[in-house]
């Protein structure tokens, strides 16, 4: 399951847990589609609760490429910069994967969220002029991660 928080917007919070279906997938590049059609700058604060999160459902890969292609332009021009937080135990493998290439924006894997939260708020935000409230950002995430899935 992947959930939003985007009451600190331009700072989108995204909390995955558990295995991803291909229409959960759908759902996140539909998330995104709206994100990047509103026009404005955002960064991205993707955090993986468990390795499970990190395994992409058969068949997303090439739906995953395909809308890379379409929507390139579109996450160049709006996206300011991506972090991911992962488990521990998952950092070595994921880090290894080039987000700042496959996205062509300013990205970095972490263990912990406040280093991507330190990372984005002084490599990303800071030289725009935003600043990033980071306990408010644990509490948006404590928030998500504290509402029961229906």
Do not use: C
């Not at 709206?34 to 997303?60: C, I, K, M, Q, T």
């Not at 030289?127 to 029961?148: K, M, N, S, Y």
Request: charged share 20%; glycine share 6%.
């Amino acid at each position: 399951m992947i959930r939003h928080e985007l009451g600190q917007w331009p700072l989108v919070i995204s909390i995955s847990s558990g295995l991803q279906t291909l229409e959960s997938m759908n759902a996140f590049t539909e998330d995104w589609n709206r994100w990047l059609d509103r026009g404005e700058p955002f960064a991205s604060l993707r955090v993986f609760a468990d390795a499970d999160a990190l395994v992409h459902p058969e068949g997303s890969a090439q739906r995953a490429k395909q809308w890379l292609q379409a929507r390139g332009e579109d996450i160049r021009r709006h996206m300011m910069g991506m972090a991911s937080v992962v488990p521990a135990a998952q950092y070595e493998k994921i880090s290894k994967m080039n987000v700042e290439k496959l996205f062509g924006v300013p990205a970095s894997t972490f263990v912990t969220t406040d280093d991507a939260l330190n990372w984005l708020g002084e490599s990303v935000l800071a030289p725009r002029g935003l600043r990033l409230d980071a306990a408010a950002v644990h509490a948006a995430i404590g928030a998500v991660r504290a509402t029961p899935v229906f």
